[in-house]
């Protein structure tokens, strides 16, 4: 199974900072990773698929790069409604493996 | 709308049984494979199983081989996770989500296991 490991499991930020969040694969995935939003008592949202396409309707302060096994998500200038749990999945073979998530909140 | 909505969800005794289901709205659902994730009280994102729009690959988490088994009703818009021989650790709540775009989207809002005696 490819394993993902994702940092910092916390961040604390003030809106208008620019966060960013890393995940790595314990294999080559090349671009076969996807990024989620979830708050609290909601199912997660797709933010990033293909490790840069941006989904529909999502702002696009959020971005996303990498290939291999080393991924970025940055949220470039923070907003009230950004304040959520992130987590990165891999999409490159089965089982679909998801990193332990990085909780952003307010500093 | 694209949507997802779970349900079937409840308290179980360790080793009982419980069939969730999830129906779809808004798409093609025939045409796109589906897949169940949980979620641990606190705890990260778990995938657990897949099943392909023909219902012609079927795939497992090792965690719950043996004891759940997934379909669909295409013509219902439904898919349906049999869970048995439950355990505590199975306790969280679980998710439908559609494949695509190299990602899950959407979720449904979840439903509920709670695994206790």
């Known amino acids: 199974d490819i394993q993902m490991t994702q940092s910092p499991s916390s961040v604390s930020a003030s809106v208008g900072d620019r966060v960013t969040i890393t995940c790595r694969a314990s294999?080559?995935?090349?671009?076969?990773l996807a990024w989620y939003q979830q708050k609290p008592g909601k199912g997660p949202k797709l933010l990033i698929s293909?490790?840069?396409t941006l989904q529909s309707g999502v702002p696009s302060r959020f971005s996303g790069t990498g290939s291999g096994t080393d991924f970025t998500l940055t949220i470039s200038t923070l907003q009230p409604e950004d304040f959520a749990t992130y987590y990165c999945q891999q999409a490159s073979s089965f089982p679909l493996t998801f990193g332990g998530g990085t909780r952003v909140d307010l500093k | 709308e694209v949507q997802l909505v779970e349900s079937g969800g409840g308290l179980v005794k360790p080793g009982g049984s419980l069939r969730l289901s999830c129906v779809a709205s808004g798409f093609e659902f025939s045409a796109y494979a589906m897949n169940w994730v949980r979620q641990a009280p606190g705890k990260g994102l778990e995938w657990i199983s897949y099943i392909s729009a023909s219902t012609d690959r079927i795939l497992y988490a090792d965690s719950v081989k043996g004891r759940v088994t997934i379909s669909r009703d295409n013509a219902q818009k439904a898919m349906f996770l049999q869970m048995n021989s439950l355990r505590a650790e199975d306790t969280a709540v679980y998710y439908c989500?559609?494949?695509?775009?190299?990602?899950?989207?959407?979720w449904g809002q979840g439903t509920l296991v709670t695994v206790s005696s």
């Open positions: 294999q080559d995935i090349t671009t076969w």
């Open positions: 989500a559609r494949s695509a775009n190299s990602g899950l989207d959407p």
């Open positions: 293909a490790t840069s």
